[in-house]
């Protein structure tokens, strides 16, 4: 989860930086200056959408450390931290990635995220209170599933995805502002008013939303792969076990509303929040663990 949230937080946040720049340099008024002209515009918008994403995934690592408080394994200090970083490097070694740094965060919920830029620049890290609550070989499992999202390529993948839905959101948002501004009174005059100001900051967060549903929803496929490597790593119980040892510490009917949003274990079925869950439910990924164990007879 809180490697798709950070995603998105940043993608958002240097898409809104780069679209204030374009208005305060003019250089947006440029492209209606003589009405509209969609080629240029989508142009405009798949450098800006792409580029935003890329950015995001460019200080993807640098953002996780940052706003996460992590503490980078440079030297092991104890046998917890020689623990983990051997588990990663085996695990990284087998899935044919070099290997990633490595780092703990504090929080009492079990969890933990891989990110970066590429499946030879990435981070892994894991929560104090993921390493206090399962077992070795369950916490060995939860590394092979971060493992697996790096050799899997997911952070690369989702910026293409999230780059794509960025160019439809900038290039949908204007075209919809400038027919809203020129139906209100531009009369064909050239540039834009305040209609499109306006229209395009509140198309842009609606199809934004409508953009990270679409993000959640192969952000959720790509974790049933993820769970995969997982298994394969270290093992299809282990990785069962990782699942249900995280689904007993995190039983949504015993957290606060906002804790089950953020919730590594997901969100109720059926509900609302479960378009715009990261994860599927903790029961449906066990699930398909024990469906592949059972098809491969072991």
Avoid: C
Wanted: net charge neutral; proline share 4%; charged share 15%.
């Amino acid at each position: 989860m809180k490697r798709v949230f950070l995603f998105l937080i940043t993608n958002l946040a240097i898409v809104f930086v780069l679209a204030v720049a374009l208005r305060v340099f003019g250089l947006e008024w440029l492209l209606f200056q003589y009405g509209i002209d969609f080629w240029p515009l989508l142009a405009f918008s798949f450098i800006f959408g792409m580029g935003g994403a890329f950015i995001s995934l460019r200080i993807s690592k640098w953002t996780a450390k940052r706003w996460m408080g992590l503490t980078v394994i440079d030297e092991p200090r104890n046998n917890t931290e020689i623990w983990l970083v051997n588990t990663v490097q085996n695990y990284a070694r087998a899935a044919n990635i070099a290997m990633p740094e490595v780092a703990v965060y504090d929080s009492p919920e079990p969890n933990a995220f891989a990110t970066g830029p590429s499946r030879n620049n990435s981070l892994v890290a894991v929560s104090t209170g993921l390493l206090r609550a399962m077992k070795p070989d369950q916490a060995s499992a939860v590394l092979g599933h971060e493992v697996s999202h790096v050799a899997n390529g997911d952070m690369v993948t989702l910026t293409l995805l999230q780059g794509v839905l960025n160019t439809f959101v900038i290039f949908l948002s204007r075209v919809i502002g400038y027919v809203v501004d020129r139906a209100l009174h531009r009369d064909g005059e050239g540039g834009y008013g305040m209609g499109y100001f306006v229209t395009v900051i509140v198309t842009q967060i609606l199809l934004g939303i409508l953009a990270s549903i679409v993000v959640s929803w192969y952000s959720r496929r790509r974790e049933y792969r993820a769970d995969a490597g997982g298994a394969y790593l270290a093992g299809r119980g282990n990785m069962i076990g990782a699942l249900e040892a995280l689904q007993r510490s995190v039983e949504p009917e015993h957290m606060p509303e906002q804790l089950e949003a953020m919730g590594i274990a997901g969100v109720r079925k059926g509900g609302l929040r479960m378009l715009f869950a990261s994860h599927p439910p903790m029961e449906d990924r066990i699930a398909a663990l024990r469906e592949e164990r059972h098809a491969a007879g072991t």
